[in-house]
DNA sequence: GCCGTTTTCGGCCCGACTGTTTTCAGTCG
């Protein structure tokens, strides 16, 4: 059973509880699905090599739970949710799915109408049979079509840049709004999770109706889900939901802070203050009816005394622990890469020249660039030996030429099924830049795709690895990989891994960063760039890098150019060394 | 059901908005 069906089941035990006032239990149930579907390893792993114990490790599971999940390991049943099913036998995910319906609402729909499935609920809204429920009205009938037509339309969350440029925008216009002091994105926009399932805002504004007239007003707003005084939420025509909360100035700290989240360090922030005799609201830090902090998010912290933390680090993941000990990662910065390291033209699948590319790059203020252009086994249209010494010619002529920047030859060279790269060692090694990348066969075993790409990496001539799981959000899951193998793999042959910045690839995933860096293995944020319009992406690499508790000395391409390729050409003759020696 | 810099028992985050209600339950974040 995989980790996702576990984690659901733990999540409708908790709505099958939470139907029945059940206390506390819900939650510890709710905690522990969140739990599962962050780890890496399937729990049928976990158990098959530490049976009982292992499971009770995953944070959240205790001995109940740990035996409910050997139970659905070993039976793929669980008595205890079945009994429970049983009494509200309906589907739970797609109910509770609805805007608007929650564990209660569910059960009275089941009691009084047997509604089983949404396809039920939305006949019987159509035929007006919701109305007449207690606690229901034609209201929220009219809510329940609406939130179903919704959830047609769209599903689940949408990679970050895809609603960043956009929410950016709308900050900026309710910034222009007269009487508005601050605005600013809050959620898991601001902590640059990879994707986001709605948008969250925060404005201090002595006029709070006027900024939400204008923001339910927006032409981009196709409905509004509420609207108050200090509340505000809103579905957009890309199918985003967004939040806006105005706030008193002395509290905006304290209101970034709670809507900025995660729920779990928010949960753990507030455990902290009442250790301390202290209230943390949206509001501010109380001591009693007094607030002692609120007005900058700083203050919040120290109030509770901590050293700021930063937004990607809060996820409750040992950021909370780290402050304490006074150990929080000195994050790398925005602004910190000098160089992008993958890049296609048009010699292969990008939309622009190497001229414009280098334009473009040198406007965005970036010192050196590599140009990595696809290698032939790739069904398109890679480069062959003899494409690529051409290419390396027309490279090495435009870089003689600029001043101030540096241009790389290098290419983005195909992994094949075992293991050999397409490339003849001797090409590869006239490259300043080889990055190493499985485009083909993806389906091997989590065994041979291992070895496959671990031979790769041994390659001498092999710099970095790029997207390293080769998961494209929403539209292809990583390929089978053991991921501790492959950092394990990268420290000893010195290759860097690449976090590959194009949003949909984000690729080192934030949590194999933090491994990855643990293990003090270099990686590299390159943009991936198929055109000039791309190569702004390198921030959302720097996000998820940040993200993975990556410090500015853990990224190779903060380095200047010289030394950048020095560090390069290091590692390739450490691993001949290794070579042969072995 | 979990968990421990007060604790192996007794806690477990807090507030806004909606729709249905005549004072609040449910949902959401």
Known sequence: MTNAAIAQIMREIAVLLDMDGVPFKPRAYEKVAYAIEALDEPLADTYARGGLKAIEQVPGVGKGIAERIEELLTTGRLKYYDELHKKVPVDLSGLTAIEG????????????????????????????????????????????????????????????????????EIQARLGKIAGVQQVALAGSVRRRKETVGDGDMLVVSNKPNRVMEFFVGMPEVVDVLGQGPTKSSVKLDGGLQLDLRVVPAESFGAALNYFTGSKAHNVALRKIAIERGLKLNEYGVFRGEQSIAGKAEEDVYAAL???????????????????????????????????????????????????????????????????????????????????????????????????????????????????????????????DVVGIAVHSHFNLSRDEMTRRIIRAMENPHADILFHPTGRVINKREPYDVDIDAIIAAAKRTGTALEVDAYPERLDLKDEHVRKAIAAGVKIVIDSDAHSVNHLDYIDYGVATARRGWAEKSDVLNTLPAAQFLASLKGSRRAKRGKRGRS
């Open 101 to 168: 319906i929650g564990p209660k609402h569910v059960k009275a729909l089941y009691e009084a109408l047997r509604i089983r499935t949404v396809t039920d609920l939305e006949k019987a809204a159509r035929a007006g049979k919701i109305r007449d429920l207690p606690h229901f009205g034609e209201k929220s009938e009219q809510k329940i079509l609406k939130g179903i037509a919704f959830l047609k339309g769209h599903s689940g969350r949408v990679p970050l840049g895809a609603v960043l440029p956009l929410l950016e």
């Open 305 to 431: 005394g901590l050293p700021y933390i930063e937004p990607e680090l809060r996820e409750d993941a040992g950021e909370i622990d780290a402050a304490r000990a006074g150990k929080l990662p000195r994050l790398i910065r925005y602004g910190e890469v000098r160089g992008d390291l993958q890049t296609q033209t048009t010699w292969t699948d990008g939309a622009n020249s190497i001229e414009e590319m280098v334009d473009a790059a040198r406007r965005l203020g970036r010192e050196y660039m590599a140009i990595t252009d696809h290698t032939k086994s790739l069904a398109m249209m890679g480069a062959d030996e003899t494409k690529l010494r051409e290419q390396m010619i027309a490279v090495r002529a435009l870089a003689k030429q600029l001043k101030g920047f540096t241009l790389f030859a290098g290419a983005e060279v195909n992994i094949n099924r075992d293991g050999t790269l397409d490339i003849a060692d001797e090409v590869l090694a006239e490259l």
